[in-house]
Structures are given as C-alpha cells and as structure tokens.
C-alpha cells in the first residue's frame, strides 16, 4: 500500500509536473495549480500523511482539485490519522483520532488526567538537555518529528492544556510553537500560567510561514527560523527575559549545586559539581577484545561490495556462541540487527546460518506505527524502544546495517543531526552494556587516510570509539583477498595487527533447494597497517611496480646491513641504484621497517621490526649475503630457522602465544590437520569433501 506522499508524488507525475527528490520523505514539484515554471510545491512526508505547501501561494485544496484528490489522499489511512497517547513505559491509556474533515474523537481512558504526546520520548529528550517543542496538535508535533526533534501536545487541541499532567516538564527547555489565531493566544497564556517556574526556560515562537508548526515545516523552514511571538506573548517573553536578567541566585558556599532562584525546588534542573576524587575509575571492558567496547559506537567502513556485511554477521554469529575473543567468550549473548537493504530470507539469514550462528539468539529490530504499519528504526526517535528490547533478551551488540539509513530525516552531512542520534544511541548502549556497530560506506573522494575517506558527516568518526575499515588487498593478483584493519581506536591499542580474509561460496541447505551466500575465511595477520594498504592501492600500477623493486632491494639491502641502516645512507644508497626518495619511502612502510631516532644531533635509523631477527642479524657475519647459494653460515642458518617458524607457527602453532587470527580460526581440522571453520572441527575443503560424498 503506497503512502499519501508516495501516491501525491504519483499523480504530480502523471499530471505532467517535474517532480525532483530533495530528500527521503521531501520532493519539489511544479504546482498543477498555476502556470509553475520553476517549481514552487514542497511535498512532506509525516507519520500518517503528507503536508502540501506551495511558495506560489496557492492553497492545498486548490493543489487537491488540480490533481483531482480529495482531502482524504493527503493521508496514510483513507479514514485520517490516529494518534495513540501513552504512559511512561509505553503503553496506549487514550488514542485520539483525526477525519480527513479535521473531526477529531478520543477512546481509551478518557476520564483520567491526559498525558502529554509522545511521553516517553519527551522524558528521554530532556535526560538528554534537548529542547521540547510543544505544539497545539498531533499533525504539528509529526512535522517537527519529520527533522529530527522531539515535540510534545496535549489531547484534544488548544482548549486542553489546562488539564494535562504537565510535571514531566519540569526542568525541560521548551519552546512553545503557537497557531496565528485568537485561540492560539489563549493557548499561550494558558501554557505560560501552567508552566511558569517549572520549566529551566519556556520560550513563545511562531511559524515564518503559515498558521502554525505544520505549515512552517511544509514550507521547508527549520526550526532556527521560527519567529518571535506577538501580541501578549510579545509582552510575557519580555517579561521573563527582565525576571531572568534582574533575579539573582542566593548563593551557599557549602554546597555543590547552583540553581536559580525560581528553580531551587527539589527535582529542577540545577548544576551539580562533582569532585574527581569521588570517581572511581574502571577498566574498558571489551566485546571483541582490544576492538570493539562494550557501551560504545564502532563503525565498519569500506566501498560496496568488499564484504563488511559478511564480516558483521560473522562477528555476530560469533556473538551468540560465546566464541568471540573479549568479555562474553563462552557466555553466548543475544545480537540486535536493524537491516533494509539485504534481504533476510535471501542474504541475511544464509549468511548468519554459514558463519554457524545460534539463530535463537539474532533478533530482527522492526517498528510497527500506530496505523500497523511495519517501518525501519529511526534515530533518535526509537530510541526508548531500542533500550527496552536490548535489556528483554540482553543484548551484546545492535548491528545497524547500513548505519545512515537509521538516522531518518535528519542530514547526514550536518554535524549537529548526526550527533543528534548518535550522542543518546551511545548512552543507551553504555547503560545496557551494549556495543554499537554501524556498517558504512566509503565516499568517492579517493583519499587514502582511512578516516577521511568515510562518507557523509564527520561525526560519525567523532562520535566512535574504533573505526574498522575493510579494503581489497593491493598486493593480492587474485583479487579475492580481503585486508581488515582498526585505524582508529581511542579506547585501546593503536597497533593491531591487520587480518586478511577471504570469502568462499557457501551451500544452504533450504526447504525449496539449495542456497549459496558467502563465508568469511580468516588467514593471517599482516604487520602492514590497513592506512599504508590503501595508500598503496591510490598508487598507480608503474608506481607499485616501483615500490615493489623498492621494497625488494631495501629489504635486502637492510639484511645485509644487520637489520638496522641510517636513513639517510639508505636514501643515498637507493638513489644509487635507481629507486626514487618516495618509492623508499614507500617500501619503508611495506616491509615494514621501523624508525628510530637517537645521539645528538639526532640521527635516524630503519630498521627491521622484529627484535629476535634484528639481533641475529647484528651476530651474522658482514658480507655473506643472506640471498646467496652458498651454504649459510651458523647464524644464518639460526635466521632462517626463525623466520620459518614465523611463518610456519600459525600451522603449528608452537609460538609462545597464539595471534589474534588463531584465535579468530580456531581449532584445527580433525581430518587433516588444516584450519578448521569456526565452531565446526572441519576445514573447508574436507567439509565440502564430506558433502560431496553425500
């Protein structure tokens, strides 16, 4: 069923309007109205209809007859709109409904104290410090909804303020949005009687365009164009800002809280100090261990198509059969997914079932609105009831893929918006021991700094505590292997290994046939950071083809050195033998080599990584080279040993501690010894082996 903006859209189309897309749930069309050559009517989507404004100064049901609609197609619902008051927790006590014919009738408690709209909500917003934007009705308080703010009514329009329990607002900043009319100035001065003194500040505005809060949003204002109130609002305004310029706070010298004077009443909102030494510190309790912090927002970054979706329901999958390194490792623990662009029978789903989940334990997270209608979550509007599901199965982790499709109708690119949803979603997620993790994509921009190179606002990297990025593998001909890296980590520590994976095709047995997804297959760990992968793959292919040479001779020509050179000897030495300053640069970094500095003047050296080669290196004789076919000398030989047990104790597994991507593999094949998918006992190729045999 299409919804009244989708069906208005619809027939501006088929009217012959140019219609253009300036936003999800906003158009801008020629008026069928007039003779429009520039369009002139903003079309507005709002929960259960549509708002119609045109700059041209025709009205709506003008636009309606040109159309040939009725009043009834600006909603959702042919029989209007309906508007379910709650209490606290959430649930429905009265439910107001709206005819197309602005008839208006109330059901449920009726006879007891109304609440305010939107209560939860408003209760949440001001634990936050955000403003309240209190309205005359339901449709107004949905147009602010529609950018992202929080607004508040009482039942049954402007005559009813009096008699609503208006105590949740104390200590809120409240912006009271008043209609144009003699009954809107009723409404203020009964708004201004019932909350003075309770609330931190009440201010009185009006819409710039139009009669009230739902015409200035369908006009396509923001809520920092709303004008000063008139007339007796004008005075009381004045008169508040004089009583708030002249009244001064009595001040108590022992204590640690400051209120004004007229909010010194216990439960209003007042400053409170609090000496650090009262603080007690606590350590950073991890979900992926050294990753990913319970109580915060991680993001997942990378271009469409690399796999982080795949990654994501693995680390999921992980989740719920305790197997992921960090707090919950043998604990499983549920995992919150909100998805709209995969689909779950075909992708999702296939995808959790080969990463081996508990498929109990992974919820889908869905909003059903007050007309039954199946929506996707949207910041910060769902906030409470994100919280509440995340305490009933005691979630570990919400994964929000993607993570910009969440944030509704507020702009991406805007800073403030951005925080707007991110700020309250983290402090959910701390207060129920819940990690956050947002899948989004890179921009096109072609910078190489992994940070930088994510799209939209830059508070989405502000506002997380670790960003993982996941990039092809330039060094990789096959073009299947994937790099995963942590460029950004506040909470721990900055010099994780980057891990490479693949992802193989996987069968899914399904009750109509066979099902093929993919699965994430680790393999090791590279030294190499994920920044210097995609500097290397912003190269191009004569610049890698030079910094290959490079690398080649520098790590020959440092081995041969002792595994530590000056820099500038082997800047010297390299330009000798035809390698540019960058490409050495460049090669430095592939290796990798380490810079050290010391003496005075202070010198720099390269040098290799690794401490227990390097001193072999140091007791290796001068001018045998390490590349020759001659037979290698005693500490030679000691060096290779080495460096095959580097390589060859991910298969063994006779280093001193296994590295994060054991752990992350697991066990070992029971047939073959190879490394065995996670929580199966069997690798891959005998897996499939097995199937085939079947």
């Keep these: 069923m299409n919804t009244a903006f989708e069906s208005v859209v619809d027939s501006l189309v088929a009217n012959g309007s140019k219609v253009s897309t300036v936003g999800e749930g906003r158009a801008q069309a020629q008026c069928p109205a007039h003779d429009d050559k520039t369009p002139s009517l903003s079309v507005t989507r ?48 009265r439910t107001v409904t709206r005819t197309p014919e602005k008839v208006f009738r109330q059901s449920g408690d009726t006879k007891g104290q109304p609440t305010l709209y939107r209560l939860p909500q408003v209760i949440a917003a001001i634990s936050w410090g955000k403003t309240i934007y209190l309205c005359e009705g339901e449709k107004d308080v949905h147009a602010f909804e529609s950018i992202g703010l929080v607004a508040t009514t009482a039942p049954m329009g402007a005559t009813n303020f009096a008699k609503v329990d208006a105590t949740p607002l104390h200590g809120a900043k409240v912006v009271a949005v008043v209609d144009k009319d003699d009954a809107g100035q009723k409404w203020a001065a009964t708004v201004h009687d019932k909350l003075k003194g309770m609330c931190q500040s009440l201010t009185f505005a009006q819409a710039a365009d139009g009669k009230d809060a ?48 007229d909010e010194s009443s216990a439960g209003l909102r007042h400053v409170v100090l609090t000496s650090t030494a009262s603080i007690k510190p606590r350590p950073v309790f991890w979900l992926w261990k050294n990753r990913l912090a319970l109580g915060t927002l991680g993001l997942l970054a990378g271009r469409e198509g690399v796999g982080k979706s795949t990654l994501a329901y693995w680390i999921a999958a992980r989740i719920t059969r305790g197997e992921l390194p960090g707090q919950y490792r043998g604990t499983p623990k549920a995992v919150l997914v909100c998805a709209t662009e995969d689909s779950w029978e075909h992708t999702i789903v296939p995808r959790l079932m080969a990463a081996g989940a508990d498929l109990s334990r992974v919820y889908r997270v869905d909003v059903v609105t007050a007309l039954n209608i199946t929506v996707g979550m949207s910041l910060p509007r769902d906030l409470e009831g994100v919280e509440r599901a995340a305490k009933e199965v005691d979630a570990a982790l919400m994964l929000l893929d993607p993570l910009v499709s969440r944030l509704g109708d507020l702009d991406t690119h805007k800073d403030a918006e951005v925080r707007q949803a991110l700020e309250p979603l983290v402090a959910i997620a701390d207060r129920v021991n819940m990690a956050i993790l947002g899948i989004i994509h890179h921009n096109k921009s072609g910078s190489a700094d992994p940070l930088q190179v994510i799209m939209a606002s830059k508070a989405f990297t502000a506002v997380a505590r670790s960003v993982h990025t996941v990039v092809p593998d330039p060094d990789d001909d096959t073009d299947t292997r994937k790099l995963f890296g942590t460029p950004k980590n506040n909470l721990g520590r900055g010099d994780l290994p980057t891990l490479t994976f693949t992802i193989a095709s996987y069968a899914i047995d399904t009750d109509e046939g066979t099902a093929w997804t993919g699965r994430l297959e680790w393999g090791e760990e590279l030294a190499a950071s994920i ?16 910094i290959t040479e490079a690398a080649d001779w520098l790590s020959d020509y440092v081995t041969i050195n002792g595994g530590q050179v000056l820099s500038a000897d082997a800047k010297k030495d390299g330009a000798k033998a035809g390698h540019s300053a960058d490409s050495l640069k460049s090669a430095r970094r592939r290796i990798p080599l380490t810079l050290v500095s010391s003496g005075y003047p202070r010198v720099t050296y390269w040098e290799l990584s690794d401490p227990t080669v390097r001193a072999q290196l140091e007791n290796a004789p001068r001018g045998d080279s390490l590349t020759s076919l001659t037979t290698p000398t005693e500490a030679q030989q000691a060096q290779l040993e080495q460096l095959e047990q580097l390589e060859g104790s991910e298969r063994h597994g006779d280093g001193p501690a296994p590295t994060e991507a054991q752990l992350l593999i697991g066990s070992l094949c029971g047939i073959c010894q190879n490394v065995a998918l996670p929580g199966r006992g069997i690798c891959s190729k005998c897996d499939a082996d097995m199937r085939t045999a079947s």
């Design 214 to 261: 739902a015409d200035h949003i369908a006009a396509g204002h923001g809520v920092d164009e709303l004008v000063p109130a008139s007339g007796f609002l004008a005075f009381q305004q004045a008169k508040a800002d004089l009583t708030a310029k002249v009244a001064e706070p009595e001040t108590d010298t022992k204590r640690s809280e400051y209120a004004p004077a």
């Design 46 to 93: 709002i929960e259960g209809s549509v708002l119609l404004h045109c700059h041209g100064g025709c009205d709506t049901d003008h636009v309606l007859d040109a159309l040939g609609l009725v009043k009834r197609d600006l909603f959702d619902d042919a029989r209007g709109a309906r508007y379910d008051y709650t209490n606290r927790t959430g649930n429905v006590i």
């Design 531 to 546: 920044s210097d992968a995609m500097r290397r793959a912003s190269d191009s292919h004569e610049d890698r083809s030079a």
